[in-house]
């Protein structure tokens, strides 16, 4: 086999969507439980509500739902965290994607401080699931997000400032230049804020762990069960290639790999590929040097750079984007450049994985919850931030199907503004405006 056709199979292994596929070659994949597994769907069936999609946003959907007393039949294409949701840098940031300053501007005080409580909230959804549930996932807590450029020490200092006085949050400070250099050897930080309030976690052992939560509620989960098409009447009609689901409402929470199920939705959102290492395990020493108090960090970058440690004490790096739909051949040295020029200490360590994962991106970073009609129910779009909003948005459709949504339609309410071109013209160009603001992160 060729070095082309090498990174061919290796590209259809982790991106191809139209088969059913297993887990990517991840850390996540090689340190979680590979024989979890729920039969695909065979056959007619009947449920309150479908639910098409096996990550966060579905399985939340899913144990909320049954709480609720709904009959729930949860789809899922691959695998249960398959998607985003098994890949992602696990980081369980506080507040929403977008600054509170920028939502109130956007939105008024009282819509921001409305979004600002469920952003909490969902923090809190995701420790109340895993301790309910008993759910192994190396749940640890605290963030440190540094200041990349001269300048930005001061956005971070009035950002923790004002989420102190105005929202009353007080797990966040500023940390100056030289503390900073105490809790991390990373390079080229001009102070950062400590954020106690943020968790991070193991993102596939957590989705795993949904799942089983959701089966033992009596949530019925089928995976290698890609949905073909569905329609509406009377019931909704949901098809797999084995069986149909009809059911009174359909909760749509594919997110990235929406793609040409439904349209109307998926032109609100923009897939996006993002990248992630895993260094081979460090001594204890060199993992403390790294971070200090075992914190998750991010940087400020437009093109954010994300990163923590494993329980085996191996750098899990998250760097670098693409807006195509193919992988880079090599992603660990994709992302290894990302990571030497924070660390640049890490030259001769070895790096044992490399992995991507299509997330969905909105214009303004805001996720976009809605209705299609009375049945058919979405959420979607959390711009990198879905750890806590997907897990909270899953809570917040289980909510809305019984009748209470006011919670949902804080979040519906936010514009998702459309992209430039619209529904057939958004690629070109966002990935004009993806790369400008790339090129400014790199200029500096
Ligand atoms: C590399 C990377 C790093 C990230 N880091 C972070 C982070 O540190 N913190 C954070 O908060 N967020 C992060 N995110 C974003 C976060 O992972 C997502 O927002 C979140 O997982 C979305 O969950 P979801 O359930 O909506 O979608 P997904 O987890 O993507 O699940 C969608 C599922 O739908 C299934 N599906 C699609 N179409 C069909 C169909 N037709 N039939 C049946 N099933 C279908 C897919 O197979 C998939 O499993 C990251 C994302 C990536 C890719």
């Not at 997330?359 to 303004?364: D, I, S």
Request: charged content about 20%; proline content about 4%; aromatic content about 8%.
């Amino acid at each position: 086999m060729n070095r082309y056709s090498v990174a061919m199979q290796t590209q259809q292994q982790q991106n191809n969507t139209k088969h059913s596929q297993p887990h990517v070659d991840s850390w996540y994949a090689a340190s979680a439980d590979l024989n979890l597994a729920f039969p695909p769907l065979q056959g007619e069936t009947t449920a309150d509500v479908c639910i098409i999609g096996g990550g966060y946003t579905g399985l939340s959907a899913a144990i909320h739902l049954r709480e609720r007393g709904y009959s729930v039949v949860l789809l899922e294409a691959n695998k249960v965290g398959w998607g985003a949701s098994g890949r992602n840098g696990g980081h369980v940031g506080m507040g929403q994607r977008a600054d509170q300053d920028k939502l109130e501007a956007m939105l008024g005080m009282e819509h921001a401080q409305a979004l600002w409580k469920i952003a909490v909230e969902a923090v809190d959804t995701v420790t109340d699931l895993i301790e309910r549930f008993d759910i192994s996932c190396e749940l640890k807590q605290g963030n440190l997000h540094v200041a990349t450029r001269a300048g930005e020490n001061t956005e971070l200092q009035a950002h923790a400032e004002h989420l102190n006085k105005v929202y009353n949050y007080h797990k966040i400070r500023y940390a100056m230049p030289a503390e900073v250099a105490e809790l991390t050897s990373g390079q080229g930080f001009h102070g950062a804020t400590v954020d106690t309030g943020c968790k991070h976690l193991h993102p596939l052992k957590y989705a795993q762990g949904l799942a089983l939560a959701a089966s033992s509620l009596g949530a019925s989960i089928h995976e290698q069960s890609r949905v073909l098409s569905y329609t509406e009447g009377s019931a909704v009609r949901v098809k797999t290639a084995g069986g149909e689901v009809k059911a009174k409402y359909l909760v749509l929470a594919c997110n990235g790999y929406l793609e040409k199920l439904e349209p109307r939705a998926a032109g609100r959102i923009m897939p996006i590929n993002n990248f992630m290492l895993a260094t081979e395990p460090l001594s204890e020493h060199l993992a403390r040097q790294l971070i200090r108090d075992d914190t998750s960090m991010s940087d400020t970058l437009f093109v954010i750079n994300y990163w923590k440690l494993s329980a085996d004490n191996r750098l899990l790096f998250g760097g670098g984007e693409n807006y195509t739909k193919r992988f880079p051949a090599d992603i660990k040295n994709f992302v290894r450049k990302y990571m030497l020029h924070i660390y640049p200490e890490l030259r001769d360590t070895r790096i044992d994985y490399g992995w991507g994962g299509t997330l969905a991106v909105t214009m303004n970073r805001m996720p976009d919850f809605g209705r299609l009609s009375s049945q058919v129910f979405y959420a979607h779009g959390y711009s990198g931030h879905g750890v806590p909003i997907a897990t909270m948005a899953g809570k917040l459709l289980a909510e809305a199907i019984s009748g209470t949504a006011e919670r949902f339609d804080v979040m519906a309410r936010v514009p998702t503004p459309p992209f430039p071109g619209g529904t057939l013209l958004r690629w070109p160009g966002l990935v004009a405006g993806m790369l400008f603001y790339s090129l400014r992160d790199r200029l500096g």
